[in-house]
Every structure is written in C-alpha cells, then in structure tokens.
C-alpha cells in the first residue's frame, strides 16, 4: 500500500515533470467509483481548463491546488501515478486519465480500484479527521505526549489511528517503535513523556529515510516504487524467522489492533523484565539504553505484578552493574 513516503515522492514526481502551471484540457473516467465528490459529470466539466498552481501533500492526501478549487488524490491500496506522453500506452489499469495542455497526461494506475479522487473548493473538504503531521516540525513532542497520552490502548494501535497522528502506517510504526525500545503492547498511557519524544524523533527518522531511500530509487520511467511490506529494503523484514536489526535477535509478531507487529523482545521488551528471555542481552541493553524513572514507575504502579515479573526483572538487575542497582534505588 502507497504509504505516507511514497505520496511525498509521488508528489515530488509531479513536480518534477514539471505539472504545475499546466492545465487540465480534459479527463477521461472509466471507473466511476474512484470519483468521490462531486458527480463523474460535474467532475469532469468542473476540472475542465483549470490549471495547476501548486501541489501538496497532508498524509496520504495530495493536494493538487488549482486556479480554483482543489483536486485530492489518494491512492488507496493499489494506486499510482504516471506522467505519460499521448505516444505512451496507458498503463493496464489506468482508469482515470487527466489529460494536461502539453500533450501529456497523468494516469491514475489501479488494479483494485480503490484510490479516491475529489474535486473540492478548500482542501479540507476531502479530507477525514486526522491528526497533525509527523514531519510538520511545528508539531511539538508535548503535543504529540499530549495526544498518545490520553490513550490507554498499546501503542502501535495509538500511532496506526489517524486521528492521533497522520500518515504513520504499520511497518513506519514497527520501525519507529524498535528504534526508541518501545513494546508495540506498552500501553499508551504508561509511556513517560521523555520516552514518547524519542518515539517521535525515531517516527521522523523513519518517515524521512523511506521517503529519501524511495526517491533515490525510482523506476526506470522515473516514478516512485512503491515498498511492500515484505521489501527486503525495508528496515524490518516482515518475514517469519526476520532478526533485528539493531541486535539480531528472532523478531517475535503479535496481533495488535488487527494488524501484526513485529519486535524484538531483547530491544522493546527488555526495560520491564517480560520479555526479556536474555538476560545478559536485557542487561547490556539497560546499561545503554535505559532511563529508570521511565521503566520502574509504571512496574510499581501496576501494584498487581505477578510474582514472575518481579523474579525476573530481578534477575535483569542481578547482571547489571552495583551503579545502575543504585541509581535505581533496588
Ligand atoms: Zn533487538
């Protein structure tokens, strides 16, 4: 699925077949169901000899602003899109043409007919309610603590809900939660603020790698690729028996929010002593990577611990340094 990295380069593509400031002379539409508002006729009649001003992007919305009104792409599961020449044969599946005043044409590719297109006054007007921006810097780590805090869910089904934060898919969420030792299970409201801004930085380290790696990697026809989430390119490989890329342990896959998370009990699981089957390994990660007044609040403030958390997360400190024991007071 065209995640929030590929429409960034999907729509840098379009700027660089250099589509802004050319006009729209007509559009065919084969697929009705891809035009969402308003009618296919009024659609085509109202798009009709506009001309592109600029072209945006929130989420996996793109924003092409006219002379008036907006045109809202999205690309749904299977879509995408090709600048072609009249020459050009259309792409098997290309059921929305949208043919430009050089001669040209952008093709809306899509095998399942799933992508959505709007011809709206404001940009909003297509859009659901979704939260801030990841990559937006204005977008401050208290607002974003603010916003998953208030959540009891786990974590990575807080990230996948758009409301909260936009754009963040499920192998951009896996990865950002593996970068900051996050347990996609952790509960939302239990993560410290100093944590969650970490997991911030590593969702806009995530974001940004992908949308570089796809556009320094395109097609032979210069359009963006569009990474599966079994792309052996991908930080974490969505395979059974894929390793961690930070320690090379077995990564472990859990059902969360319907949808399945890969992490490594070693990196994510480690602070609080559940998952943490290696001991030595969770030792040397603590000694790394631990902040304690993160870890060791919520492990006393559940009160209802089962003595085999407690056992083991003994066991963890057992290996750490006597510095780190009192530091944390144990
Ligand atoms: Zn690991």
């Given at each position: ?81 090709r600048v072609s020449s009249g020459d050009d044969e259309p792409l098997?599946?290309a ?9 040209r044409r952008?093709e ?113 026809d ?109």
């Amino acid at each position: 699925m065209p995640e929030l990295p590929e429409v960034e380069n999907l729509r840098r593509y379009l700027i660089s077949e250099a589509v802004p400031g050319l006009s729209v002379v007509s559009v065919d539409v084969a697929a009705a169901r891809t035009i969402r508002t308003p009618s296919v006729e009024d659609f085509v009649l109202g798009l009709s000899g506009r001309r592109v001003v600029e072209i945006g992007r929130r989420a996996k919305y793109i924003d092409v602003a006219l002379d008036r009104g907006h045109l809202v792409l999205h690309m749904g599961m299977t879509g995408s899109l090709r600048v072609s020449s009249g020459d050009d044969e259309p792409l098997r599946f290309a059921h929305t043409l949208f043919h430009l005043d050089d001669g040209r044409r952008i093709e809306l590719n899509d095998p399942r007919k799933w992508a959505s297109v709007w011809l709206v006054d404001r940009f909003e007007d297509a859009l659901p309610n979704i939260g801030p921006e990841p990559l937006d810097m204005s977008f401050t780590p208290e607002e974003f603590a603010q916003r998953v805090s208030r959540r009891r869910s786990p974590i990575k089904a807080v990230l996948l809900d758009q409301a909260v934060i936009a754009g963040v898919g499920n192998i951009y969420a896996d990865e950002a939660l593996l970068r900051a030792g996050i347990s996609p299970s952790r509960r939302a409201h239990r993560i410290s603020e100093q944590r969650l801004s970490r997991l911030l930085d590593e969702i806009r380290n995530s974001l940004a790698r992908a949308i570089n790696y796809i556009g320094d990697n395109p097609l032979d026809d210069g359009r963006p690729f569009v990474v599966d989430a079994f792309d052996d390119r991908m930080q974490i490989l969505r395979k059974p028996g894929s390793v961690c890329p930070q320690c090379g342990a077995v990564l472990k896959t859990k059902v969360i929010g319907g949808r399945t998370a890969y992490f490594c009990g070693g990196c994510q699981g480690g602070c609080c002593g559940r998952d943490a089957r290696n001991t030595q390994f969770s030792a040397l990660h603590l000694w790394d990577d631990w902040a304690p007044d993160d870890c060791l609040v919520p492990f006393r403030a559940r009160g209802d611990n089962r003595r085999g958390d407690v056992e083991q997360l003994l066991k963890v400190l057992d290996v750490v340094s006597g510095a780190v024991g009192q530091q944390i007071g144990v």
